[in-house]
């Protein structure tokens, strides 16, 4: 069973960038399709971006397409979002997860297609 561990949030004015990481230990990172969630105060979990398990190919939520970028490094088993010109609605505690692809997709963008879970980071988007 990997163990996912997310770090970077924070709290930060609209307009600003955060980058966070999730180091996988444990497990075949480079099988994984990996996805990034978040969950806003009294709302659902959603999901935010997706990745192919050899970073080729990558999968957005509407709400996040052209300012939030997700990628991964197979040699450091670390996967990030680089999120851009962040506004009070991103406001949430942000996930990450993964789960062994041998076909390849990555268009998982809900949460029970993945096995694998972070315990969450904090970002707070504020004046």
């Known amino acids: 069973q990997p163990q996912l561990t997310e770090s970077g949030g924070g709290f930060v004015q609209p307009g600003a960038s955060l980058k966070l990481s999730c180091a996988v230990s444990g497990g075949a990172f480079n099988m994984y399709t990996m996805g990034w969630f978040r969950q806003a105060p009294g709302k659902e979990r959603e999901f935010v971006a997706g990745i192919s398990w050899n970073g080729r190919n990558t999968y957005y939520a509407d709400s996040v397409k052209g300012r939030f970028t997700i990628s991964r490094d197979n040699d450091r088993t670390a996967a990030y979002l680089q999120m851009t010109n962040l506004k009070p609605e991103d406001t949430a505690v942000f996930y990450c997860?993964?789960?062994?692809?041998?076909?390849?997709?990555?268009?998982?963008?809900?949460?029970?297609?993945?096995?694998?879970w972070g315990q969450g980071t904090q970002v707070t988007v504020s004046s």
């Open positions: 997860a993964g789960v062994p692809s041998y076909s390849g997709t990555y268009t998982y963008n809900k949460s029970d297609q993945y096995d694998y």
